[in-house]
């Protein structure tokens, strides 16, 4: 009997630790699994472009976070074709650019033309710099404004100022040199677009579109690309103390404000060291800081990948970041919220006098 009991205990004893050596095999299994992944990680992601002796083409390169990364390459030791409107601007950005040369063979190339106006213009400049110091190695598109505004005060015009600018302006110069990367098979096409193209905001009606309207353009890009050796990357720095940023400010809504405050605000050169060794790298998605990762992560959708781990990481924190992002939200539509209310005690106040 005793032999029996002993027996049939130690059985269920075995059936009780069932589910923990389970547990322990799976994740077990899931380490292995990771492991696995972080060591081809590097073998399928694209080589690194490097900057020694490239040439660097960087549209609206005369301020803010287009100089900056101009900048950041020639530190590299590339050469580079600043690309803008104002030729005093340039001018003065081609002598910032110049000081951080790391040898003597160097050269800074200025050119004065609007990139969203007229395609066979862009060409003709886009030849003309590779006339002079060689193919272009890596296009950075960062020629860009912005406006901010309550939808319906925002002049019907400027939303189609805003697509010429932002993504027309994108659109002209990556078409002026795919035909020479693609014959060389190999290349980099960077586009800076802004949080406010992974995320509509209060006020930016008028800028939000026109910034995720990059994200096609480089998705559907990337997949013609990839077989050439030719790698996209997308941008998404937050607001960036820049002239830009100071000029909209000027008009921002109230609302608009108190929802940017929330994720502060960076400084060009953090941008532009992240955005050119996100570029260097081939990746596809540049972020910033902690929101902007999380940004990224949320809006992934069918973007594509440089490395497994990336992919793996955006399908174990998706759940959690969509849990955050509701908060995030409740947050910004609180904010409207009391805005309307004060706005329209103020409106009714003034009624009364």
Known sequence: MSSALSHWLSFNSWWL?????????????IVAFVLLLYMISPLISPKPL????????????????????????????????????????????????????????????CISVDVSKDYTQVESVIKQAQEKLGPVDMLVNCAGMSISGKFEEVEVDRFKKLMEVNYLGSVYPTRAVVTTMKERRMGRIMFVSSQAGQIGLFGYTAYSPSK??????????????????????????????????????????????????????????????????????????????????????????MSPVTSITEGLQQIVTMGLFRTIALFYLGSFDSIVRRCMIQREQSKAADKRE
């Open 17 to 29: 630790l069932l589910p923990f050596v389970m547990l322990l095999v799976v994740a077990a299994f």
């Open 212 to 301: 995720f309207a990059l994200r096609g353009l480089a998705e559907a890009l990337q997949m013609e690309m990839k077989p050439y050796n030719i790698y996209v990357t997308v941008a998404y720095p937050p607001d960036t103390d820049t002239p830009g940023f100071a000029e909209e400010n000027k008009t921002k809504p109230l609302e608009t404000r108190l929802i940017s405050e929330t994720s502060g605000v960076c400084q060009p050169e953090q941008v532009a060291k992240v955005v050119v060794k996100d570029a260097v790298q081939g990746n596809f998605t540049s972020s910033f800081g902690p929101d902007g990762y999380m940004l990224s992560a949320l809006t992934c959708g």
């Open 50 to 109: 490097k900057l020694n002796g490239a040439h660097v083409v960087v549209t609206g390169g005369s301020s803010g976070i287009g100089k900056w990364i101009a900048m950041e390459c020639y530190k590299h030791g590339a050469f580079i074709t600043l690309v803008a409107r104002d030729e005093h601007k340039l001018v003065q950005a081609k002598k910032e650019v110049e000081k951080c040369a790391i040898n003597d063979k160097q050269v800074v190339l």
